[in-house]
């Protein structure tokens, strides 16, 4: 399986701070990357697929880029709302991976 | 606005079987021909693990280190899919998420999950 190393753990970080989340892959996933977003208790929320293609409605403060073997999760400027939890997944194969998350807070 | 929701008991014991179901609103499953299914879970700790999808024709992918436990299966009649997971363990204890897939491969939309304790 390919394994997906996700740093850092946690991010501390204050409104308004720029912040950039790491996903490497231990082989090429070409750009068969999405991102996601989870709140305690509630559902992951689609950001990113495909390495860096926004979802419908997601704010155009998160970005996403990379290929191959690795990736970012880029927020331009942290909102209140976007403390919580970051991941990855790579789809590249049946066997999609993820990635151990990021947690975000103040 | 599609909306999926995990059902099943909390609690199952060593050796015994877990059933869930994920119910489907807001769109039949019968219409997502591009869509897949799938379930995913998430351990204490640990990183989510991908468990196997399904398409709506029932055809099926399992992750390999659960394959010889693990059944999927679609009703569309309910329009919900399901997830059986045999001889289960403490290991298996994890909050079970259940997700649509564009074709494409991705997850577009997940359920809340639900935790399911292996305990005696």
């Known amino acids: 399986d390919v394994q997906m190393t996700q740093s850092p753990s946690t991010l501390s970080a204050a409104v308004g701070d720029r912040v950039t989340i790491t996903c490497r892959a231990s082989?090429?996933?070409?750009?068969?990357v999405a991102w996601y977003q989870q709140k305690p208790g509630k559902a992951p929320k689609l950001l990113i697929y495909k390495a860096s293609i926004l979802e419908s409605g997601v704010p155009s403060r998160f970005s996403g880029l990379g290929s191959g073997t690795e990736f970012t999760l880029t927020i331009s400027s942290l909102q209140p709302d976007d403390f919580a939890t970051y991941f990855c997944?790579?789809?590249?194969?049946?066997?999609?991976?993820f990635g151990h998350g990021t947690k975000v807070d103040i | 606005q599609l909306q999926l929701q995990e059902s099943g008991p909390g609690l199952v014991k060593p050796s015994e079987t877990l059933s869930l179901t994920c119910g489907v609103s807001g769109g039949s499953i019968s219409s997502f021909t591009k869509y897949y299914w799938g379930w995913i879970r998430q351990s204490p700790g640990k990183a989510l693990e991908w468990i196997g999808t399904?398409?709506?024709?029932?055809?099926?992918y399992y992750n390999p280190s659960l394959k010889s436990r693990v059944i999927m299966s679609v009703d569309m009649s309910r329009n919900h899919f399901s997830l059986t997971l045999h001889s289960v363990s403490a290991p298996d204890t994890a909050v079970y998420f259940c997700?649509?897939?564009?074709?494409?491969?991705?997850?577009?939309?997940w359920g809340q999950g639900t935790l399911v304790a292996v305990s005696s």
């Open positions: 399904i398409y709506y024709d029932g055809t099926t």
């Open positions: 997944l790579q789809y590249n194969s049946d066997s999609r991976t």
């Open positions: 997700a649509r897939l564009p074709y494409g491969g991705y997850i577009d939309y």
């Open positions: 082989q090429s996933v070409n750009s068969w």
